[in-house]
């Protein structure tokens, strides 16, 4: 783990765009090499936000404050160019690409990732392919169904972690993976990632959830909890139980005091 | 067909690049359509008197019948009409060196990697003879087997009783103007015959005729599947066709008999000037089964719906097709089928799909006549639009006229989604091959019946045309 934190976000103030609504004010984050955080909130508090605005979706305008990775200014790339620095944003609500096979779609994406100017092997590429779907216990048949086109929730999720698995982020930011999943599936999705963080130790991950049934899968170095578009508390794995007995109640005053 | 092909049955120490004395050598008609032209036309092709007779029938008719109101802007069409020449003879058709193309083209032909000698001939100033060995051995293959895979011009030459018995029987002349223009003034086109129970592994492309002489504007195009036979015939390149010419107007009749099963591929990009009208129909007999394979890109405007007459009991039709709108361009395609047998079933399914401020329109007929019991038809149409500014129309016609006919439709408009761009970039792919990836989903049941190549180009091609659709 190195001293200072590959990831750090300063002040960030961030607003839908056509609206012109802030949901974030001023916030705050630093994530280290290797380390697993999560970030807890109620609805609404800009959890999502905060996933978009890393990734950068073009809905949301950061107006003030910044974010770093690995010492670039993510704010100055475009989504497809953090990606390729090495940030992957798993979705809560993937999206359908009909027509595209999963493998055509990796394919692509991994091409994408190359350096300028060179050709992906495909040789190399379809031995990945199964041997990440080895790891992540996916059906290889998997690979040839059009993407998320007709998935349930859990093939969806699914989906999110073998292309993570594929790509293999420096920061993987898991925007409510968890959400909408039985207890296998939310399963599934945790050992994917533990098997990930295990394979890749210095890989930092941002897990974005409401409940703390995730945790019990996924061990958390530290947990922030978000109200309001800000970090109120920052901890270790104690606050998500706490949060699970007591629930939002105590930053619910915090809450209607910012508005 | 590109009509700027190779020359034919010249060797290549008669040919040159450099036709600094062209003009002395060169025959064409006049500009414009005229009796004069249509004989000269004729006489320059040594043809029998019934053939000329024919042609200045459909001239006739041609002048008979106004100009098409609905469809596309043809308003324009009567100045270039005026303008163009119906007819250069083969030997002579102006060559243009490959310093006069414009480098727009040869980037999109380096871009698309094709071999140069590929590039001279689809911008009509080489010849490919490497792939004469190839179509050489495949044409002994085929004459083996009885197969007939001639121009236009030899079939009637050397199969006079089988060209004359078929000939303007699918498409008359006077079907539509242009199919009149056409009968009158074609020159250029395929003749095949497939015999009896002949079944080709391999597909018949036009291709490998090409280099054999060039093609006109005025395409005339013959095919007989006899009782029983099964073959592919691909026409076409993915690659954009240049041209100085501006007009484009085939006909392409084909008749498949009893039990046989016949496909036809064809996957065009013309450039952006050429008005490109044509009018293509299969003849479907008992049992026999028709598949037109279309993929339209470029023009200015392309009319174009192939369409099968299901004739005999049993019989199936077909149509998938594909339209490209950029920028400045409209497809009005579709597909038409027409019922006259009981138990007869069809299908199209339509795909389109519109750039910046290009229109794709799908215009079908479906036609169940009184009497095809129990007909069946599915019609499917999607249309893709990539800009705000682009443009979809959907014109179905259905006719039943018998009872208890099944029939569906389906149409479907979608825009490329911003979560779907955001999903793709958010993998590290560019806006452009985030939207490239799209739309090849989107036309992939179509491009998965392509040969391999053609979808391998189709592919790239889409890759082109969405760099420029971006920002």
Known sequence: ?259 | MPQNETIQGLGLDQYKYDFVDEEKHVFRTQPGLSEDVVRQISAQKGEPEWMLQARLKALEIYYSKPMPTWGGNLSDLERVLDEIYFYVRPQDQMEHSWDDVPESIKTTFERLGIPEAEQKILAGVGAQYESEMVYHSLKKEWEDQGVIFDSIEEGLKNHPELFRKYFGTVIPAADNKFAAMNSAVWSGGSFVYIPKGVELKTPLQAYFRINQEKMGQFERTLIIADEGSHAHYIEGCTAPVYSTESFHSGVIEIIVHRNARFRYTTIQNWSNNMYNLVTQRALVHENASMEWLDGNLGSKLTMKYPSCYLVGEGAHGEILSIAYAGDGQHQDTGGKVVHVAPRTTSSIVSKSISRGTGRASYRGLLKVHKGALHARSNVECDALLINDTSRTDTYPYIEIEEQGANVGHEATVSKVGDEQLFYLMSRGMSEAEAMALIVRGFIEPIAKELPMEYAVELNRLIELEMEGSVG
């Open chain 1, 1 to 259: 783990m190195s001293d200072s934190p590959i990831f750090q976000i300063n002040n960030l103030h961030a607003r839908v765009l056509e609206e012109g609504t802030e949901i974030l004010h001023g916030l705050d984050l630093q994530i280290p090499a290797g380390e697993v955080h999560a970030i807890m909130g109620p609805n609404g508090s800009g959890k999502s936000t905060l996933a978009k605005v890393i990734a950068g979706h073009p809905e949301y305008e950061v107006t003030e404050g910044s974010i770093y990775f690995d010492g670039r200014n993510v704010l100055d790339m475009e989504p497809d160019e953090r990606s390729k620095a090495g940030i992957f944003l798993a979705f809560q609500y993937p999206v359908e690409i009909p027509g595209v096979s999963i493998a055509n779609f990796l394919r692509t994406a991994k091409q994408a990732h190359m350096p300028e100017g060179e050709e992906l092997d495909l040789f190399d590429f379809q031995d990945e392919l199964l041997d990440r779907m080895r790891l992540l216990d996916v059906d290889p048949t998997f690979a040839e169904r059009p993407v998320n086109d007709g998935f349930s929730g859990g093939e969806k999720k699914r989906n999110e972690i073998l292309q993570m698995a594929m790509l293999q982020p420096s920061l993987a930011v898991m925007d409510e993976t968890d959400s909408g999943l039985d207890i296998d599936a939310l399963k599934v999705v945790a050992n994917g990632v533990n098997a990930l963080t295990e394979e890749n130790p210095s890989m930092s991950v941002l897990l974005i959830t409401h409940y703390q049934r995730l945790l019990n899968y996924v061990k958390p170095d530290v947990v922030h909890v978000i109200v309001a578009g800000k970090i109120v508390r920052t901890g270790g794995p104690e606050v998500a139980l706490e949060l699970e007995e007591e629930g939002y109640a105590e930053f619910r005053e915090y809450e209607a005091a910012q508005q």
